[in-house]
């Protein structure tokens, strides 16, 4: 994918290492874009106050993410499931930060090479 900023490197970094989303409490507007452009899920706390922090982690939780639609929809609204080792949940509301149909497309094909590459492959079978 060429060369880029430290933004860039951490959405290719998290991407190869096998992230498919991104939970946090707001986006800086070029992360939240490299991350699509990787086709990482960019998702943050809908709620005002809940934070990762707020949420008093252990560490030993196991994450699940709902209500995510297939087509996307921009700003659609999601659910983090988070399932304690004891046997406990609690679920904590989401919203999709894909903010356009376009980020929307580039997304359901993986990121943007794929969306290109789609794209560049349909026009020769013209």
């Keep these: 994918y060429g060369t880029g900023s430290s933004r860039d490197w951490a959405a290719k970094g998290t ?3 096998g992230v498919r989303a991104v939970i946090a409490s707001s986006f800086e507007r070029i992360h939240r874009s490299n991350l699509l452009g990787m086709g990482v899920l960019p998702l943050e706390f809908a709620q005002e106050g809940i934070t990762a922090a707020s949420l008093k982690l252990a560490g030993n939780e196991i994450f699940a993410i709902e209500g995510i639609n297939e087509p996307i929809v921009a700003r ?8 304690t080792p004891e ?3 609690r679920k904590v509301p989401l919203t999709v930060r894909i903010d356009t149909t376009t980020e929307c497309e580039y997304f359901a094909a993986g990121g943007i ?3 290109v590459l789609g794209a560049i492959a349909s026009q020769q079978q013209q």
Aim: glycine content about 12%.
């Design 15 to 17: 991407r190869l290492l």
């Design 87 to 89: 046997g406990g949940s």
């Design 76 to 83: 659609q609204q999601a659910t983090l499931v988070i399932a």
């Design 113 to 115: 090479l794929p969306h």
